[in-house]
């Protein structure tokens, strides 16, 4: 059975940083792009940043460029998201994904397109 296990999440204060982790199992994603969504309050579920199976692609939303970093440890099957100067617009429940495709040379932004999800961690930042 695969299995994604967020953690990492939690509360913290404007300014500061969080690490999410992405655990797999049950089959290795090495060959499978994955990508970071958020769900805040009251919003659609939205593509936060993605890489790709080589890690030789990453792409992120405008909000988040430069402030958070995607990547990935295939020798753990784990993806890491690191958050730095956190805003309280961040404040949301992210997932993680696996890309449907193996070997793609693009990162989709779409949920459809991701066949895998975890179960959620929750970040939240005060003001």
């Known amino acids: 059975q695969v299995q994604l296990e967020e953690s990492g999440g939690g509360l913290v204060q404007a300014g500061d940083s969080l690490r999410l982790s992405c655990a797999a199992s049950?089959?290795?994603?090495?060959?499978?792009?994955m990508g970071w969504f958020r769900q805040a309050p009251g919003k659609e579920r939205e593509f936060v940043a993605g890489?790709?199976?080589?890690?030789?692609?990453?792409s992120y939303i405008d909000s988040v460029k430069g402030r958070f970093t995607v990547s990935r440890d295939n020798t753990k099957n784990t993806v890491y998201l690191q958050m730095n100067s956190l805003k309280p617009e961040d404040t949301a429940v992210y997932y993680c994904?696996?890309?449907?495709?193996?070997?793609?040379?693009?990162?989709?932004?779409?949920?459809?397109?991701?066949?895998?999800w975890g179960q959620g961690t929750q970040v939240t930042v005060s003001s």
């Open positions: 890489i790709s199976w080589s890690s030789r692609l990453t």
């Open positions: 049950g089959r290795t994603f090495s060959s499978y792009g």
């Open positions: 994904a696996v890309d449907r495709y193996a070997r793609t040379t693009v990162i989709s932004k779409t949920q459809e397109r991701y066949s895998y």
